[in-house]
């Protein structure tokens, strides 16, 4: 069985720009979730989707954003990107059921000039 | 202070040691409890999964939790080079929410 894909593994973009970042989950997950990664802060929980709709969402400003299609496939969002967005940002897709075990793809990294 | 705390390392320690990874924990409604790999460059995976109170071991790995501590584990037996990583920690409650710990970075030397 194939694992969590993310697309592109890196991006190099500058400041005031967007970006949108793309993640497939595991056959048969309806969850997906999005982590921001940093050395700093660890790892920072951003949304979950599942079935199409957003179901839980971390404290982060509204230029992240994200959404979720009927194959399960997910894509983030982030405009007017800031120094501070440069980090690692993971998708983790599971079953869907509460508490289910997360199984995270390899990320995405991003790094913002 | 963070809900899920975790010493950031780095542990140093020779092939065959003994590892004992630990994190501390705020939130009493934590149920679920979950220890990630994480090698460079890549995303983390699930090492352990375990539910309320207790020891879970797999092969070379055991995980502890203690709620009346609020305190979990893992211990590596017999560690090896492989096993270089960074261990994160995760836990939740009632919600979905999983809230990991920062990570410990782990070099297990030959």
């Known amino acids: 069985k194939a694992g969590v894909t993310q697309t592109p593994r890196y991006l190099i973009k500058t400041r005031g720009q967007q970006v949108t970042l793309s993640c497939s989950p595991i056959?048969?997950?309806?969850?997906v979730s999005w982590y921001q990664q940093t050395p700093g802060q660890g790892l920072q929980f951003l949304f979950e989707?599942?079935?199409?709709?957003?179901?839980n969402k971390g404290n982060f400003p509204g230029r992240f954003s994200g959404r979720q299609f009927s194959n399960s496939r997910s894509e983030m969002n982030v405009s007017t990107l800031e120094l501070g967005d440069s980090a690692l940002y993971l998708c983790?897709?599971?079953?869907?059921?509460?508490?289910?075990?997360?199984?995270f793809g390899n990320g995405t990294r991003l790094t913002v000039t | 202070q963070k809900e899920v705390e975790q010493d950031p390392g780095p542990l140093s320690v020779p092939e065959g040691a003994i590892v004992s990874l630990n994190c501390t924990y705020s939130?009493?409604?934590?149920?679920?409890f979950m220890w990630y790999r994480q090698y460079s460059r890549k995303g983390p995976e699930l090492l352990m999964y375990?539910?309320?109170?207790g020891n879970k071991e797999d092969g070379r790995f055991t995980a502890q939790v203690d709620k009346s501590s609020k305190y979990i584990s893992l211990f590596i037996r017999d560690s090896q080079p492989s096993d270089s990583a960074t261990y994160l920690c995760?836990?939740?409650?009632?919600?979905?929410?999983?809230?990991f710990g920062t990570g410990t970075r782990l070099q297990v030397f030959p």
């Open positions: 983790a897709s599971m079953v869907g059921g509460a508490n289910s075990p997360l199984h």
């Open positions: 056959s048969g997950h309806r969850s």
């Open positions: 989707y599942f079935s199409e709709t957003q179901r």
């Open positions: 939130n009493s409604a934590f149920q679920y």
């Open positions: 375990t539910y309320s109170s």
């Open positions: 995760a836990m939740s409650g009632n919600t979905d929410k999983l809230i």
